[in-house]
């Protein structure tokens, strides 16, 4: 089953914050988020375990609820740099599955 | 660290014929993962490898689809016939645990007029 992301796409200026959101319907042992840039592959951001752990990366950081089987991903004071489509990751025991994708367009 | 190595880059077939997409995994990653993407669909898992073992093949779209992993360190995913539908973006990634996340190759453009 697919992971919805919400919003499928945001525009900001530098220095905005944002958040996206993936939601799961079946339980999950795991969520990968992942940034794509224009003919680029997907680069590993980071992973959040069963805990609701928040983990961060730089200005970026994630929060996991396995209970509601949601995920969220926090692009704070963004840079040009953050630009690009994100994809949550959910594994439910077997391989990641993706979801579609929330494109981040952030100009100066 | 060379990274996961995708060939070719781009292939440009006609309706019909055979193609091979090739993946090389980094050193020590036990995994390889296959997905296809395309506007329409997103990011689809085809197929994956665990210890050079097909585990989970659901995602293949039919039986012009096949996919192998000779040797610990390369896999093959081959189209025969091709059509035009199987145009997309296909990309292979691998990972050691997956707690360390799945790493990309630079992806396959492939079209199919």
């Known amino acids: ?83 690009g489509t994100y994809f949550c990751g959910t594994e439910a025991g077997t391989a990641l599955i993706f979801g579609k994708g929330t494109t981040l367009s952030v100009s100066s | 660290d060379a990274g996961v190595i995708q060939s070719p880059r781009h292939e440009v077939t006609e309706m019909g014929q055979e193609v091979t997409l090739r993946c090389k995994l980094i ?8 997905y296809r993407q395309t506007m329409m669909r997103g990011l689809e898992l085809l197929i994956y490898f665990n210890n050079n073992v097909p585990i989970d093949d ?40 997956g707690r360390d996340g799945y790493t990309f190759g630079s992806g396959t453009r492939l079209t199919v007029v």
């Open chain 2, 58 to 97: 659901s995602g293949m779209p039919e039986d012009r689809f096949s996919a192998k992993m000779p040797n610990a360190s390369f896999s093959t995913l081959k189209i025969q016939p091709s059509e035009p539908r199987d145009s997309a973006v296909y990309f292979c990634a691998s990972t050691r645990t």
């Open chain 1, 1 to 83: 089953q697919q992971p919805v992301q919400s919003p499928q796409a945001v525009i900001l200026r530098e220095g905005e914050d944002a958040v996206i959101n993936c939601s799961s319907s079946k339980a999950l042992y795991s969520v990968h988020w992942y940034r794509q840039k224009h003919g680029e592959a997907p680069v590993f951001l980071m992973i959040l375990l069963k805990g609701g752990e928040q983990k961060g990366h730089e200005k970026i950081s994630a929060s996991f609820n396995e209970k509601k089987q949601q995920s969220s991903l926090y692009l704070t004071a963004s840079q040009l740099s953050y630009s």
């Open chain 2, 27 to 34: 050193s020590g990653h036990n995994s390889l993962f296959w």
